[in-house]
């Protein structure tokens, strides 16, 4: 059974960074597309970051473009979403999401897997 398990989260200040992973066990990653969502208090689930299956294209919402860099290690199944410049309404439960087959969604609905996620806390 596969299973994404989310780390790195915590509590900073405006500005600094957070490097958050997704480990995936019970089955290879390479297949999967990844993607990173988030979900603040009383809203709902967003779109942060994708990346597919290879490594080799990625999307990023518009609200992290330029901040947030997704990438993936298929030898370490792992997926990794680096946040710099980090704002108050960045502070949210980040999740980890897998999705097999040919397209990347960008989506909740889209994916079937996900992990417990990790809580991002920026202070002003």
């Known amino acids: 059974q596969v299973q994404l398990v989310e780390s790195g989260g915590g509590l900073v200040q405006t500005g600094e960074s957070l490097n958050l992973s997704c480990v995936i066990s019970?089955?290879?990653?390479?297949?999967?597309?990844m993607a990173w969502f988030r979900q603040a208090t009383d809203k709902e689930r967003e779109f942060v970051a994708a990346i597919n299956w290879s490594g080799a294209t990625t999307y990023y919402a518009d609200s992290v473009k330029g901040r947030f860099t997704i990438s993936r290690d298929n030898a370490e199944s792992t997926v990794y979403l680096q946040l710099n410049n980090l704002k108050p309404e960045d502070t949210a439960v980040y999740y980890c999401a897998a999705r097999l087959g040919i397209l990347v969604g960008r989506t909740a609905r889209e994916y079937k897997l996900w992990g417990r996620g990790t809580q991002v806390t920026v202070s002003s």
């Open positions: 019970g089955g290879p990653i390479s297949g999967y597309h």
